[in-house]
Nanobody
């Protein structure tokens, strides 16, 4: 599976962005997809994930502001981000794992495939 992340950019605090993760290479059936982010000098952290069932999970820091969704027909997962804050600034990565289960979705080490990352910068 190849993942292509896109949609990052520079926005002011309070603004919004939509990130996309497009999969190709093989069937995306039964894959769960997560979004992670990494700021300079910090560890990669969980942002959101959606399992094949459609069940979604969010980090507490983004709950109520970010929405993850998937289009199975297009093999695409989007992350809609609103009310962005300067602390959301990071490189955002999408990742995928076949048969992703609830307990595994929070840890980036459980994912098998990664996109290249897209920079999100939120100015104050």
């Amino acid at each position: 599976v190849q993942l292509q992340a896109s949609g990052g950019g520079l926005v002011q605090a309070g603004g919004s962005l939509t990130l996309s993760c497009a999969a190709s290479g093989r069937t995306f059936n039964n894959y769960g997809v997560g979004w992670f982010r990494q700021a300079p000098g910090k560890e990669r952290e969980f942002v959101a994930a959606v399992r094949w069932s459609g069940n979604a999970a969010y980090a507490d820091s983004v709950k109520g502001r970010f929405t993850i969704s998937r289009d199975k027909a297009k093999s695409t997962v989007t992350l809609r981000m609103v009310s962005l804050k300067p602390e959301d600034t990071a490189v955002y990565y999408c990742a995928a794992k076949a048969g992703l289960i609830l307990s595994a979705q929070y840890d980036y080490r459980n994912y098998d495939y990664w996109g290249q990352g897209t920079q999100v910068t939120v100015s104050s």
